[in-house]
């Protein structure tokens, strides 16, 4: 049968070019990059080029840039680290209400921890007010994390807007940028962000390794004791393999960068226009221009999104209903809870994210698949009876 991948913003397959630099660094290139003999000193010597060329394509300089296993570990490092270094500044942390687990949970252990929380409310879009971040400002304020880009609906952050708004009051601004490391040009000479945060595996990278940007003069405790790695802030032998993948991995996303972000858009208009036409009651999520190139968002009244992945994933295709982290739990997301949407509507959503590797015959099989699906279902659902008997 077809096999239809539409989950790249859960993670994306390692590129075979990503993967050809990474396997010399698991056999003959093993060394470890703290050791002085020559295998030791290449594997450090590659390590470093490889920071060098991701904080080329960022434009920062690679003492900003550290190593993490993944963007969660960068999340967290950034706004527990900046609480605990800022805490005799004051106890109050900015964010909003539709950030990535990893950056929620660490606000709510932070609020057992004392520290006073705004979670900020985001539009119909959701999109996040700069208005609201400065009312929100208190003398207290230590820190604002905003992240980027929505990794469930795909909205683009205002994070210039905010971030100015941060300078300005001298608050440590911090976004997670995972979503929009190789899907939107990132300059960090010109953006207004003391912190940002990565991972390689949504940039058809490997698991298992990202990074913290982290800007000069920005004082952040260690994360791990041990050993001298990452200048001493988080000690452990060096994921070199996975450090050079994701550098080759952030090469490819920024050289074909133009071409990979307009083929995107354009399968992406054409599935969400397709998907309108054919399959009433449906709305998309998130803004139609403010949004990540491969991000499909849709709402089906009436019927369960559990039902249509499990419906989708019979013909081949995958696809989710939330978020990854979300899904087996039969609340609806935060993110479509905070958007406004009731519970009938957000419990039928399904979120279709493409990538490089889909086609347009990828695209054609959805469109052909999908609609006779959500009508099966919705002829199943009393809720879609009652709704039709009512007219
Ligand atoms: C995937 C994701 C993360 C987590 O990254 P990991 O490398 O899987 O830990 C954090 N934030 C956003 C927005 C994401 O999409």
């Given at each position: 049968m077809r096999q239809v991948y539409m989950d790249y913003s859960a993670t994306t397959p390692v590129k075979e070019e990503v993967l050809q630099e990474m396997i010399p660094y698991f056999t003959e290139k093993f060394g470890n990059a703290s050791s002085i003999y020559s295998t030791g000193r290449q594997a450090k010597h590659e390590m470093d080029a490889a920071r060098k060329r991701i904080t080329d394509r960022l434009h920062?300089?690679?003492?900003?840039?550290?190593?993490?296993?993944?963007?969660?570990?960068?999340?967290?490092?950034?706004?527990?680290?900046?609480?605990?270094?800022?805490?005799?500044?004051?106890?109050?942390?900015?964010?909003?209400?539709i950030e990535h687990h990893a950056v929620l949970h660490v606000?709510?252990?932070?609020?057992?921890?004392?520290?006073?929380?705004?979670?900020?409310?985001?539009?119909?879009?959701?999109f996040v007010d700069p208005k609201a971040v400065e009312a929100a400002i208190t003398d207290q304020t230590i820190l604002i994390t905003v992240m980027y880009i929505n990794n469930e609906i795909g909205t683009i952050e205002p994070i210039v807007e905010i971030g100015e708004i941060a300078r300005k009051h001298q608050i440590v601004f911090h976004t997670d940028a995972v979503q929009a490391l190789g899907n939107l040009p990132i300059d960090l000479s010109q953006l207004p962000v003391d912190l940002m945060s990565f991972s390689a595996h949504k940039v058809y990278g490997p698991k298992g390794v990202g990074a913290l940007y982290v800007r000069k003069g920005i004082r952040l405790p260690n994360l791990i004791e041990g050993g001298a790695q990452e200048r001493r802030r988080r000690a452990g032998t060096e994921n070199v393999a996975g450090i050079v993948g994701f550098a080759k991995a952030v090469d490819l996303a920024y050289d074909h960068f133009d071409e990979h972000v307009e083929r995107l858009i354009a399968m992406r208009e054409r599935l969400i226009e397709g998907l309108l036409d054919s399959i009433p009651d449906t709305r998309v999520s998130g803004d139609r221009k403010q949004r990540h190139p491969g991000n499909v968002h849709v709402c089906f009244k009436y019927i369960e999104g559990e039902s249509i992945l499990l419906s989708l994933d019979m013909m081949g295709i995958a696809g989710s209903s939330g978020s990854a982290c979300t899904s087996g739990s039969l609340d609806p997301s935060h993110v479509l809870m905070a958007i406004g949407l009731g519970h009938d509507i957000a419990h039928g959503s399904l979120?279709?994210?493409?990538?490089?590797?889909?086609?347009?015959?990828?695209?054609?099989?959805?469109?052909?698949?999908?609609?006779?699906?959500?009508?099966?279902?919705?002829r199943m659902s009393p809720l879609y009876e009652q709704a039709k008997g009512a007219e």
């Open positions: 920062c300089a690679p003492e900003e840039l550290y190593f993490t296993s993944g963007g969660s570990e960068a999340d967290n490092w950034a706004i527990k680290g900046i609480a605990k270094a800022r805490r005799s500044k004051g106890n109050h942390i900015i964010t909003s209400k606000c709510e252990t932070l609020e057992k921890e004392g520290f006073d929380v705004t979670y900020l409310d985001v539009d119909a879009k959701g979120r279709l994210t493409i990538g490089d590797f889909t086609t347009e015959d990828d695209i054609d099989y959805v469109l052909e698949q999908l609609p006779p699906i959500i009508d099966r279902l919705r």
